[in-house]
């Protein structure tokens, strides 16, 4: 911990403790602007799991929950004001056990499944193909379909295709007309399996490397449409079954995923998420960081093969991982969120907008109640968390052009010889030529002076919006939704060349300068 600073009021025979403030300077180059930030990195994952798909986004038409077509009003509304640019479904470890002529034409005709991977739940289907591509299309967004390698066939997957985007004519588009639609999906991004590594085939990466070959030959493109082909790719610090796919795929693939969760542990305890130690919230915060290295790595041996960056890193799943809320149902994967698990957030997406010349796309794990959700559900009940808050407030980076900055603040050295910021930033300029800088303030104690360069940018007005809260383990319930929102933020002043900001310990800012 750091030192307080202590001033005696001799005087007045009384001692204050004022906490010290830490000073940071943000150098923005905005002229060296190079890449746009793809919206997808804004990505979202929503998997037959727990209540994300039943109750979280899906209560069917008969419902008494306010609905649309049997998709909740107020999640649907929550989701369009994060503008999600591309939802991925349905698994996860779900998809390599999922059978997808299951789940299209009349409900009460479509068979039952045990959900293996995740509490044994019953899945009756009744949420399939038609009704998540139509999900898609109401909030705006593309659809990323992961196929079943692990246990389905080549036949099955290339039929899928061909249901989802031919036109009229040939026998899987009939199927669809039969089905209630006679228009094709537009869908880009498909995955050919998942984790083949485990759940989606507990695999080796040479064999695997083969199945993708065979099993994306026959996935096609239809009048038109053009896939983009996702290979499954490694966990973490699995750099072999990288090095492995980019020798044996190469360019068959369009993508190569990678999985990072910020996790304790896989086996034992993974600790709440609600009741932490200090020392348990700055590890979270290195471990989180730590994507930065795995992908650097992930992408120099992509670099080897791929020079040209015509292969995408596609982080589909990443986000905190603690146990489950107790008293809710195991393998269900039901957690809170904190003002933790928004930092994880923001660090993350400050990592993601550097190096989207390789990282195209990724998608946190998930949309609604489950894991680092968006959105946690009970009945008739909705609440945001703060990642929403995160999710939403960031949202003004999605295709702007990133500005490089440097940073210069203080450092902690924290559990497992990690080192790390007190502060973590990111801007960027959009369209209409508006600065968007984002600036998170990790440190628990010390509020943080950051003064800020905008290089090569004189700005005439600055307004900001902040998320905050006075402990760091400060969640939204159902009964107190609002205990972290988004507010506005004054501590701002335009100075020359920049800005001057205070930014609150444990806070969150966005800040528009015209
Ligand atoms: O997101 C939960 C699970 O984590 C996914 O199903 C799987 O791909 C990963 O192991």
């Known amino acids: 911990m750091k ?3 202590i001033l005696s009021g001799l005087m007045l025979g009384v001692s204050l403790a004022v906490s010290a403030q830490q ?6 180059h905005t002229e ?4 746009i930030i793809p919206k997808e990195i804004y990505g979202q994952f929503a998997e037959h799991l727990g209540t994300c798909i039943y109750g979280g986004l899906w209560v069917g038409e008969d419902s008494p929950i306010p609905n649309t077509n049997g998709y909740r009003n107020d999640v649907l509304e929550a989701l ?4 999600v640019p591309v939802l991925r479904w349905p698994g996860g470890c779900f998809a390599d056990e999922y059978h997808w002529m299951d789940g299209i034409g009349p409900k009460e005709n479509r068979p039952k499944m045990v959900n293996n991977n995740w509490g044994g739940t019953v899945e009756d289907n009744s949420f399939g193909t038609h009704e998540f591509l139509n999900l898609c299309e109401l909030l705006g967004c593309e659809p990323y379909i992961s196929g079943n390698v692990g246990s389905g066939t080549v036949e099955e997957m290339a039929k899928w295709v061909e249901y989802m985007t031919s036109e009229q004519g040939s026998p899987m588009a009939k199927l669809r007309l039969q089905n209630g ?10 995955g050919v399996g998942n984790e083949s590594w485990g759940c989606g085939g507990s695999m080796r990466p040479e064999y695997y490397a083969d199945l993708y070959r065979r099993y994306s030959t026959y996935c096609r493109n239809y009048n038109g449409n053009k896939l983009f082909k996702i290979a499954s790719g490694a966990s973490d610090y699995d750099y072999n079954w990288t090095e492995v796919l980019m020798q044996n795929v190469g360019h068959r693939m369009d993508g190569v995923s990678l999985h990072y969760y910020t996790v304790p542990g896989w086996t034992g305890s993974k600790g709440s998420a609600t009741k932490f130690t200090t020392d348990d919230y700055y590890w979270t915060m290195g471990k989180c960081r730590e994507i930065e290295d795995v992908l650097k790595r992930h992408m120099a041996i992509m670099d080897k093969y791929d020079p040209k960056k015509q292969i995408a890193l596609i982080v589909d799943e990443w986000g905190t991982w603690w146990d489950e809320e107790p008293g809710t149902i195991p393998g269900h994967l039901y957690q809170q969120n904190t003002m933790r698990d928004a930092f994880v957030a923001s660090l993350t997406l400050d990592i993601f907008h550097k190096y989207t010349d390789r990282v195209k796309m990724t998608n946190i794990a998930q949309i609604a109640n489950v894991l680092q959700s968006m959105i946690l559900t009970k009945e008739d009940k909705m609440v945001l968390t703060p990642t929403y808050h995160v999710f939403e407030m960031y949202n003004v980076h999605q295709d702007a052009t990133f500005l490089p900055s440097d940073l210069q603040c203080t450092y902690k050295n924290v559990r497992d010889n990690r080192v790390v910021p007190m502060i973590s930033t990111s801007a960027s300029r959009d369209k209409e030529g508006r600065i968007h800088l984002s600036l998170s303030n ?4 010390e509020s943080a002076e950051v003064t800020v360069n ?5 700005g005439k007005q600055v307004t900001g919006r902040i998320l905050a809260a006075d402990k760091i383990d400060t969640y939204n319930t159902f009964e107190n939704p609002d205990a972290v929102t988004v507010k506005d933020f004054k501590d701002v002043k335009l100075q020359k060349g920049g800005l001057l900001v205070k930014l609150p310990a444990m806070s969150i800012v966005t800040l528009e300068i015209k």
Do not use: C
């Open 3 to 5: 030192n307080k600073l």
């Open 454 to 458: 905008l290089e090569g940018f004189e």
């Open 23 to 28: 000073h940071a300077t943000v150098t923005v």
């Open 181 to 190: 639609r006679e228009k094709p999906w537009k869908v880009k991004y498909f």
């Open 80 to 83: 369009k004001k994060l503008k």
């Open 442 to 445: 990790i440190d628990l104690e």
């Open 32 to 35: 060296k602007a190079e890449q």
